[in-house]
């Protein structure tokens, strides 16, 4: 999981993540912006992750979620010596192939799904940067347009000559 965005009077980026098993149990914790709970499971049913803001009050939170699975037991190192000789077996071997090719895709395809996760973070941190200094730049002009026309004022003041109410001799 990973925050994308966090508005709100702390503006913290940091949340609690919990992972349950289906009967309740606590399998993992994580509270950093960016973060990864790992677990074994062994039984079938409903599995609960949980999300926490409580430290960014009165506001929002765009969170990225990846749910990966990953099956051991593809090591066919610790295999007796009549399981290699099926191996050897044409069918087999492409069988074993094609799982170990499987699996390699699926870790390929979660660092890339982490990389699209940390580039999407990094886009709306973007934006907003964008629009703070777009916000910023226009008050700075209009200051900078207003504090000229106040100067040419005083400047006027300063060489108008007055003309006294009676005309002298």
């Known amino acids: 999981l990973q925050v994308q965005r966090a508005t709100g009077i702390a503006n913290s980026r940091n949340i ?25 499971t062994k039984e079938t049913g409903f599995y609960q ?13 765009q969170v990225y979620l990846n749910f990966g699975v990953y099956y051991e037991g593809f090591n066919t190192e610790n295999k007796q010596p009549e399981e290699r000789k099926e191996l050897n077996d ?23 799904n982490f990389a699209r996760m940390r580039k999407g973070a990094d886009s709306i941190l973007l934006e907003s940067n964008y629009n703070y200094v777009n ?18 004022c005083f400047l006027k003041r300063l060489f108008t000559v007055q003309t006294p109410s009676r005309q002298q001799c």
């Open 49 to 61: 992750l949980c999300l926490d803001n409580q430290q960014n009050h009165f506001g929002f939170m």
């Open 90 to 112: 044409t069918l087999e071997a492409i069988g074993v192939s094609i799982q170990k090719l499987q699996l390699h895709i699926f870790h390929m395809w979660r660092f890339y």
């Open 16 to 40: 609690l993540a919990t992972a349950s098993d289906p009967n309740g149990f606590q399998l993992g914790v994580s509270q950093h912006v960016r973060g990864q709970i790992n677990f074994l």
């Open 135 to 152: 916000w910023w730049s226009v008050a700075q002009s209009c200051v900078i347009v207003l504090s000229g026309a106040l100067q040419l």
